[in-house]
Every structure is written in structure tokens, then in C-alpha cells.
């Protein structure tokens, strides 16, 4: 667990005071000891690319922010780069500068703005993100808030309240039953694109259709795993069905 190796309060990052590296600890532990190059898109005041730096003792930082925080500077093994994650051109930029044979981990800690994340994630990952390298989502859940672009009024009483239309059927017989209204389903901003991450896991069997038909391809992702906050791809190696 290297964050019990690490005098915390010392980086000024929300990855602490949210707790964030419980979740990371044993999923990042393979890497821990090799030189590996990490990219974090997002990095606010600096205070993770420091931490990142600690944490991985041989590892290259790369950090990309569209607006650079002042008066940070960038120590040994640590770069900083200013552009936006939905430029392509940059990201490929920033690669072949850093990481020409690819990252073996890439961080969304950016926009939190799920057609933003959505085009850094596909990018990076096709083109970037070396074979069973880790791609992480942080704060998908800010897809579910009101006062955050991708969750304003996604919730269920602010999407009825601002409806010009009457309710549909199934919430009067709802409210008529006194049973309790079920949680409507997102399926647009972050959430959404979270969500179209796990049927690409499914992929084996979104291509297959039904019982006796044949997938015609398998998922690029070894693995997904979703945790509260942050999201897990595993990118697997080239396979056949």
C-alpha cells in the first residue's frame, strides 16, 4: 500500500481528502516499481503530478491542463503541457514528445464532461495507451448532479417539475400504490458514456446477437471496473475470438 508510505498532507491534491488512493492502492500495485510513464489529464494546482511523482519512484509524470496553474513548476521526472484533452492533434503531440511507444497508465481528472471524456478516452486509448496499460476515470459521478453540466436536470423530480406535459401513466399508478418512484436511468453525459464503457465489455456478446449466432469481435478492455468516483479499464492485448 504505497500511500502508507507517503506523508499525505503534504500534496495538494483532492485525491486525498477524497480518500481516492484506498481505491487506487491495489489496483495500481503492478506498476509500482517499474519506469513507467503516466499521463494525467487535469491536474488543477499541480499537487497530483507531485504525488504521482512519490508514488511511482521510477515513473515519467506528464501532466496536461488547458490552463497551466501558476507558479508551478515542474520538478525531475515531471512535464507539463498546456492544451485541451478533446485536441486530438495535442494528445499525439504530447505522446510522441513523452511516451512514443505509449502510457502504461492515463488519468481523466479533467473536464468531468462526458462528450469531453469520451473523446480524450477513445483517442488515447486506441492510439496511446500501451497494451494491458490502465485507463482511469475519476468523478463520473458528477453526471448525476444538478449543479454540474452533464447532470442538470437529470434527476428525477427536477425532470418532472420542469416537464410542460402531465404525468405519464406510470407515476400516477406509482403514487396511487404509494410505491416508491424508481430511479430514472441516465444515459447521457458521463454517466452515459460510462455506461457505453461497460457494453464494450459486453462486446463478445453485443456482437452475438442470440444464442446460435457467432460474435464478430471481442472487447478491447481486459476489464472494467467501476467503483464509486473512479472508473478501471484494463486495455488488453490484440486477440481473435
Known amino acids: 500500500m504505497r500511500r502508507l508510505e507517503l506523508l499525505l498532507d503534504q500534496y495538494d491534491s483532492d485525491k486525498i481528502a477524497n480518500h ?7 489496483i495500481l500495485e503492478p506498476w509500482l516499481e517499474k519506469e513507467l510513464v503516466l499521463l494525467e489529464l487535469g491536474v488543477h494546482r499541480g499537487g497530483s503530478l507531485l504525488l504521482w511523482r512519490d508514488y511511482f519512484r521510477l515513473g515519467t509524470i506528464v501532466g496536461i491542463d488547458i490552463n497551466l496553474p501558476k507558479g508551478f513548476k515542474p520538478t525531475e521526472r515531471v512535464h507539463l503541457y498546456e492544451g485541451s484533452q478533446t485536441d486530438p492533434k495535442f494528445l499525439s503531440f504530447v505522446a510522441s514528445e513523452i511516451a512514443p511507444d505509449g502510457f502504461d497508465i492515463i488519468i481523466d481528472d479533467a473536464s468531468h464532461i462526458g462528450e469531453y471524456s469520451k473523446k480524450a478516452f477513445w483517442h488515447l486509448f486506441e492510439n496511446h495507451l500501451k497494451h494491458n496499460g490502465l485507463y482511469v476515470i475519476e468523478d463520473w459521478g458528477t453526471g448525476y448532479w444538478d449543479d454540474w453540466p452533464d447532470g442538470k436536470c437529470l434527476n428525477l423530480e427536477s425532470y418532472h417539475r420542469s416537464r410542460p406535459a402531465p404525468d405519464p401513466p406510470w407515476l400516477k399508478i406509482a403514487r396511487k400504490l404509494r410505491r416508491k418512484i424508481p430511479m430514472r436511468c441516465h444515459s447521457y453525459g458521463m454517466v452515459g458514456f460510462i455506461k457505453q464503457l461497460v457494453d464494450e465489455q459486453g462486446a463478445h ?37
Do not use: M, Q, W
Not at 481516492?20 to 491495489?26: A, G, M, P, S, V
Open 205 to 241: 456478446d453485443v456482437t452475438r446477437r442470440n444464442l446460435k449466432g457467432k460474435p464478430t469481435r471481442a472487447s478491447r478492455f481486459e476489464s472494467i471496473t467501476i467503483t464509486p468516483s473512479i472508473v478501471f479499464v484494463r486495455k488488453c492485448a490484440p486477440r481473435r475470438i
Open 20 to 26: 481516492y488512493l484506498e481505491r487506487y492502492d491495489h
